[in-house]
């Protein structure tokens, strides 16, 4: 069974944008470099024609991932998300109980996710850790080496 995403409308434009890329230009690339290859001479002695047809194989299973993940992709209006509680797209200002460093990300879907923009993913184990929790409690979350302690200072949406 697949899986529910959910995206803004930027993160989901960008998904289709990747999507039409691989379809419209990687791979029209794909089939010329086999047929590249094909006509290079006897099938069975080239690794150039064995290459090519593993990289166009490589590059059908990612577009068909990329294709079932957009087929269970879900557009959040964020608008009406209820700020009381850390939920997908929300804007979390946490507070680390070990060191008193207050850090503030925006959970979203794993695609999505892009530590330097402050972007974590829901299926981490802080985004896990975080979500349903509301200001003021306290987070304990299980990570490799330990459990770390973050306080909710703060729910946001951007």
Avoid: C, W
Wanted: glycine residues 6%; without cysteine; proline residues 2%.
């Amino acid at each position: 069974m697949s899986k529910v995403s959910y995206y803004t409308a930027e993160g989901l434009k960008k998904l289709r944008a990747e999507l039409n890329q691989l379809k419209d230009v990687e791979r029209p690339k794909a089939s010329q470099a086999i047929a590249d290859a094909r006509d290079k001479g006897d099938l069975s002695e080239n690794a150039e024609y064995d290459a090519a047809k593993e990289a166009q194989g490589l590059l059908e299973m990612r577009i068909s991932k990329m294709e079932e993940t957009l087929a269970n992709a879900r557009l959040i209006d964020e608008s009406v998300l209820d700020t009381s509680k850390v939920l997908v797209h929300s804007v979390v200002k946490i507070k680390n109980h070990s060191n008193g460093m207050e850090m503030k990300y925006k959970l979203v879907a794993q695609s999505e996710a892009d530590l330097k923009a402050g972007k974590i993913s829901v299926d981490s184990p802080i985004g896990k850790g975080l979500l349903g929790k509301e200001v003021g409690d306290i987070a304990e979350i299980q990570v490799p080496n330990g459990t770390m302690k973050f306080e909710i200072l703060e729910i946001s949406r951007d």
